[in-house]
């Protein structure tokens, strides 16, 4: 079964307006923890979000936010007024249990946002 | 701070020969390092962890004497595809543990895009 699921192959958002790009995950690990990456043409994986499983809020970094639905096993990103800069794959990951050092990223299979004027 | 390079950024090789892959932690000391695999639009798939004086943790269906992996000290870790040929064609990524100590973010390197004529 899919770990990580990305629906939207591709999307297109008008510039300052913004896009939700959509992940839903499966893991029976009460301790999990999901990320967002950017990765431009140059193929460069850029980290853009991290949402922990017993994190109370949402996170928030800049213009990105993770609209994180637990019940759901979805952890949406959010880019608010968009620029053509962000016109990128996104990549949504889990890793499962806590540490960051012995555990591996799942990826997805990305979304391609294409933001034009 | 937190920087992982990446060396080749690019390389191109003839069917049969051999290609070394590097990466480095340079303002930190990576304790494991992950080495994925990414087909042309495609999402990134996880090769191996690689332990800092241990021997790599291969995923399922990656075959160790084609990808031998070496992680000799504490900010280099290196990939080796043996006999190469045109369908190890892919862009080779590594990524980071440690760069930031407490935090959940691993660092990716720029990636190694490999040509095998």
């Known amino acids: 079964a899919q770990k990580i699921t990305q629906t939207q192959p591709g999307m297109f958002v008008q510039e300052k307006e913004a896009v939700t790009l959509d992940c839903t995950y499966d893991t029976s690990d009460p301790s999990y923890g999901l990320f967002w990456y950017k990765q431009p043409s140059s193929g460069e994986m850029i980290f853009l979000i991290y949402q922990g499983s017993y994190d109370q809020q949402n996170a928030t970094e800049g213009r990105y936010s993770l609209n994180f639905q637990k019940a759901r096993k979805s952890a949406n990103l959010v880019i608010s007024a968009s620029q053509l800069g962000d016109s990128a794959m996104y990549f949504c990951?889990?890793?499962?249990?806590?540490?960051?050092?012995?555990?591996?990223?799942?990826f997805g299979t990305g979304t391609r946002l294409q933001v034009f004027p | 701070g937190a920087v992982v390079s990446q060396h080749p950024s690019w390389v191109i090789c003839k069917s049969g020969t051999s290609v070394k892959i590097e990466c480095r932690s340079l303002d930190f000391q990576a304790t494991t390092m992950f080495w994925y695999r990414q087909f042309p639009k495609q999402s990134l798939m996880l090769m191996a962890t690689s332990n800092e004086g241990s021997k790599a943790t291969y995923e399922q269906g990656v075959e160790k004497d084609k990808f031998l992996i070496n992680h000799a000290s504490l900010t280099l870790s290196t990939l080796t595809v043996t006999s190469a040929h045109p369908e190890d064609s892919s862009f080779y990524i590594c990524?980071?543990?440690?760069?930031?100590?407490?935090?959940?973010?691993?660092?990716f390197g720029a990636g190694s895009r490999l040509t095998v004529l």
């Open positions: 990951a889990m890793r499962e249990g806590r540490s960051y050092n012995t555990d591996k990223l799942i």
């Open positions: 990524s980071a543990s440690g760069g930031k100590p407490g935090a959940n973010v691993l660092t």
